[in-house]
């Protein structure tokens, strides 16, 4: 990455070096939380005649306002004769990784759930928000400037007005790109992608993503990759033509194969997209969820890296995590996103998610709706997460068999996994 510190106009150093960076509590002067007020962080393309170059607006009180927990509404706009708006997505992406490089600045999530930090140091050195807009502003320019010619920031701390921008303006571009990846299939497109970004830390790693299987992250779909593909045709996601169907249950293609030993330089040779027990795709170390075997029940269990308690095949997701991260491929254990609970895709080659069994309740509550959709499409069950315990119910797998048999669980009459 090509950093021009010296351009940009803000008191604190910024480098990739500070994204680790983390502010306690007892060092914040700041702080911007989804779970205390609105936020938001949003690219949306203009017609070039409706923003002004380098315009920076704050809405609000900046952070010398007296309080320490205020509203942050991050509205880019931007214009070019090249820009997509699926570029938008690609661009908002980095705001975290920009606002990380701020020394004294600590952000995480993404959309309507983000949260910054800044800590007493940076602000005694000056920072303020109008210095977040100006990293923006360059950030953009310098690495995107191959498709945005314009760029405007506005910067909304004002409660009443953050709230209005979440809800009138984020949330339903968020859904307008989520309903258009819903609608697609992995039979209805010529092409997958690599993802290989996090072979920073787990050199044999590489997502393959699908219109139905995002990246393990959570944060690139097929959307994403697509334009970052063409935003950088050299970069981290390379197309994948669909060619050479080996299997098609399991999701095995010549052509998968053929990129995943490329792109990992032969430490993995096959992967399935389908399946988790026949050469599943590896795991880094950043995925949002860990599925594994459950085989009391011959199941499976998934849980979210926020659970931090015990689950029913008797580790936590640390220690699931210890055994199912650094790129290699595990069979029975596999990392992946949130959204791809409830895709049908899901561990399909294994009976798809009729064989999940157990999930923490946040994580259940949370993929409900999309869960028992698919549920009810692909088995004609309603309600099906009534039928999936979570840690309110059991932790262990003898409490689990009982649950199971109680609401007579459709993975009591499959056949055995192994
Ligand atoms: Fe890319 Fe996969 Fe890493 Fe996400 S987890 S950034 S999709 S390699
Ligand atoms: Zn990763």
Known sequence: IKIKTKELPIPVAFAAAFE???IRKADMHTEYWSGKNATAELVLMRDPSEIEDHKITILGDDMDGGEKNYALCTFIEVAGAKMQADFESVIERKIHAWFNYMEGVMHTGQRNQVRVRVSNDAFAKGLRLKHFGEVLYHMIMDEFDAVVDKCQVTLITDEAAAEKFRDEVAMPRYNERDDRLLS???ESVDRF?????????????????????????????WLDAKATNE????GPCQPIFKEGCLDERTGRYESVNKMIQE??????ENVTLYSILEDPMTSCGCFECICGIEPVSNGFIVVNREYKGMTPVGMTFGELASCTGGGVQTPGYMGHGRHFISSKKFIAAEGGIERIVWMPKELKDDVAERLNRTAKELYGIDNFT???ADETICEDCEALMDFLTEKNHPVLGLEPLM
Do not use: K, W
């Not at 072979?199 to 393990?216: D, K, N």
């Not at 792109?263 to 993995?268: F, Q």
């Open 184 to 186: 697609m299939t992995d």
């Open 263 to 268: 792109a990992t330089h032969g430490a993995v």
């Open 20 to 22: 680790g960076e983390i």
């Open 386 to 388: 009534d039928m999936i």
């Open 193 to 221: 992608y690599t993802c290989i970004l996090c072979q920073s830390f787990a050199p044999a790693h590489c997502c393959v993503v699908t219109p139905e299987r995002l990246g393990l992250c959570g944060a690139v779909s």
């Open 231 to 234: 935003l950088n045709p050299q």
